[in-house]
C-alpha cells in the first residue's frame, strides 16, 4: 500500500541517499535492482546518475504501475523492467544483480529473514546489497531533523513501530547470512541497515 504523502514529505533524500550508495559502493554500469519500490524515487535517482539497468520489484501492482509511469515522465535512456514478485521467492536466476536497494520495506515483509537470503541467492558474486530504513549520511543537519519528525509523526498516525538497532540486527542474524554488516547512518544518528555482500 502507498503511503504517498510520506513518500511526498521524504523526497528531498532520496538523490542524496543515492549518491551515497553511488560513492560508496562505485556504481556505474551493470544491474541495480530496487525492491519495494513505492512511487520508484530511488530507481530513478540512480537512473539519473548512472548506466545501471534498474529493476523494480514490488508484491503490489499498484506500487509497480505508479513507479512505472513516473519512470516513464523522467526520460532517461536507461534500460528497466517492472516485476512484480514477494521478496520471500524472486523470479530472478541467481547471481542476477550487480546492487540491491531497498529502503523502508524489510518492516512489511512477512518472513524478513527469507527475503535477505533471496537477496544473497539473486546478488552475483562481488555484488553487494543495501536493506532496512533511515535518511543515508549525506542530510544536512536541519533537513535531518525535519525529516526524522515527519517519519515520526507518519508512524504515530498509522500506530506503526519500528524496530530498534537491537531488534533490526536479530532479524539479520536469523537469516544467517554469510557475509554481512549491521550499519547506520553514521555520527548523524538513526537508520538500520544491513549490508550483504557476496
Given amino acids: ?30 544491474i541495480a535492482v530496487d525492491i519495494g519500490v513505492g512511487p520508484g524515487w530511488l530507481g530513478m535517482e540512480m537512473a539519473k546518475i548512472t548506466n545501471m ?4 520489484m ?5 506500487s509497480l504501475d505508479l513507479a512505472k509511469k513516473n519512470f516513464k515522465a523522467l526520460d532517461v535512456d536507461n534500460e528497466v523492467d517492472f516485476i512484480n514478485a514477494d521478496v520471500q521467492a ?11 536497494m531497498s529502503r523502508g520495506s524489510i518492516w512489511f515483509w512477512k518472513e524478513p529473514e527469507k527475503g535477505l537470503r533471496e537477496i544473497y541467492r ?17 542530510l544536512p ?6 525529516l526524522q519528525e515527519a517519519l515520526k509523526q507518519g508512524l504515530a ?10 531488534e533490526f540486527k536479530a532479524i539479520v542474524e536469523k537469516a544467517a547470512l554469510p557475509d554481512y554488516q549491521i550499519l547506520t547512518d553514521g555520527e548523524a544518528g538513526g537508520g538500520r541497515w544491513v549490508e550483504i555482500k557476496k
Fill in 90 to 100: 524472486l523470479p530472478v536466476e541467481d547471481n542476477f544483480a550487480d546492487f540491491i
Fill in 122 to 138: 539473486i546478488l552475483k558474486p562481488g555484488g553487494v546489497a543495501i536493506v532496512g530504513g533511515g535518511l543515508g549520511r549525506y
Fill in 53 to 56: 539497468k534498474i529493476v523494480f
Fill in 58 to 62: 514490488d508484491i503490489s501492482q499498484e
Fill in 141 to 146: 543537519a536541519s533537513m535531518r531533523a525535519r
Fill in 157 to 166: 498516525q498509522r500506530n506503526e513501530k519500528r524496530p530498534n538497532l537491537e
Fill in 1 to 30: 500500500m502507498l503511503k504517498s504523502d510520506n513518500y511526498s514529505k521524504l523526497q528531498p533524500m532520496y538523490p542524496l541517499l543515492i549518491q551515497q550508495f553511488v560513492d560508496d559502493y562505485n556504481l556505474k554500469e551493470g
